[in-house]
C-alpha cells in the first residue's frame, strides 16, 4: 500500500536552532517530492524535488532526496518563530498524490 | 485571479443535507485537486482534474462525494446525504500542469451537525 511517513509528528525547539524533518515514502512509480508549509490554512510551495542526491535550497531552508531509501529531509537552520507551522510532505506517484500527516514545529522565543 | 479562491469559507448543515463546495482556480492552470483535511490529519487526495476530464476518481470516499470541473476553470464538489465523518477542512488546489506545484485555496470549513 502507497504511504507517505512524516516525522516526528511534533517538535519544539528553541529560536536559533536547527531543525531536521523526515519523510520516507513507499509510493508506486514514483514521480516527485514535495514540501509545503501550511501555517493556519492553506499550505505554501516549498521545495519540489525529483532526483537523488541535489539538494534544494531557498534562504535558511533547504531539501534533499534519496531515491534508494526512499526518503527525504527538509532542514531549517536559524529558526524564526515564523517558522512555526506544519510541514507537510507529499509524494506524487501514479495519477495519485499522497500527503504525509506533517510535523508540527513550534518555536519558542 | 491572484490566487485560488474557495466558497464558502464555512459551511454549517445538518446531517443528511447536500452540500456544494467551489473552487475558481488560478486562471490558465490546467490542472485542480481536491483535497479532505480532518482535525490533526494530512491531506486525503480525493480528486484531480486535468481540464475538465478526472482520470482518477478512486480517492473518493464514497459514491456520496462527486466532483465536476467546467472547461479549465470553476469546480464544484458536491456530497449528498451528508455524515458527521465528512465533517472536514475540503481544500482545493491548481497548478499550470498536472504535477507541478499545486497552489492552494484557503479551504471550506464543513461542519456536519
Known amino acids: 500500500e502507497d504511504k507517505v511517513v512524516q516525522s516526528p509528528l511534533s517538535l519544539v525547539v528553541h529560536e536559533g536552532d536547527t531543525v531536521t524533518l523526515n519523510c520516507s515514502y513507499e509510493?508506486?512509480?514514483?514521480?516527485?517530492l514535495l514540501w509545503y508549509k501550511q501555517e493556519k490554512k492553506a499550505p505554501t510551495f516549498l521545495f519540489m524535488l525529483t532526483s537523488s542526491g541535489i539538494e534544494k535550497k531557498s534562504g535558511r531552508l533547504s531539501s534533499i532526496l534519496d531515491k534508494k531509501e526512499l526518503f527525504s529531509i527538509l532542514n531549517i537552520t536559524a529558526t524564526q518563530t515564523g517558522d512555526s507551522a506544519v510541514y507537510l510532505c507529499?509524494?506524487?506517484?501514479?495519477?495519485?498524490?499522497?500527503f504525509g500527516k506533517g510535523t508540527r514545529l513550534h518555536i519558542l522565543p | 485571479g491572484a490566487g485560488v479562491s474557495q466558497s464558502p469559507s464555512n459551511k454549517v448543515t445538518e446531517k443528511g443535507k447536500d452540500v456544494e463546495l467551489r473552487c475558481d482556480p488560478i486562471s490558465g492552470h490546467t490542472a485542480l485537486y481536491w483535497y479532505r483535511q480532518r482535525l490533526g490529519q494530512g491531506l486525503e487526495f480525493l480528486i484531480y482534474?486535468?481540464?475538465?476530464?478526472?482520470?482518477?476518481k478512486s480517492g473518493l470516499p464514497s459514491d456520496r462525494f462527486s466532483a465536476e470541473r467546467t472547461g479549465e476553470s470553476v469546480s464544484t464538489l458536491t456530497i449528498q446525504r451528508t455524515q458527521q465523518e465528512d465533517s472536514a477542512v475540503y481544500l482545493c488546489?491548481?497548478?499550470?500542469?498536472?504535477?507541478?506545484?499545486?497552489?492552494f485555496g484557503d479551504g471550506t470549513r464543513l461542519s456536519i451537525l
Open positions: 507529499a509524494v506524487e506517484g501514479d495519477d495519485k498524490i499522497i
Open positions: 509510493v508506486t512509480n514514483f514521480r516527485s
Open positions: 488546489a491548481s497548478s499550470l500542469y498536472y504535477k507541478q506545484p499545486q497552489h
Open positions: 482534474f486535468q481540464g475538465n476530464s478526472a482520470p482518477d
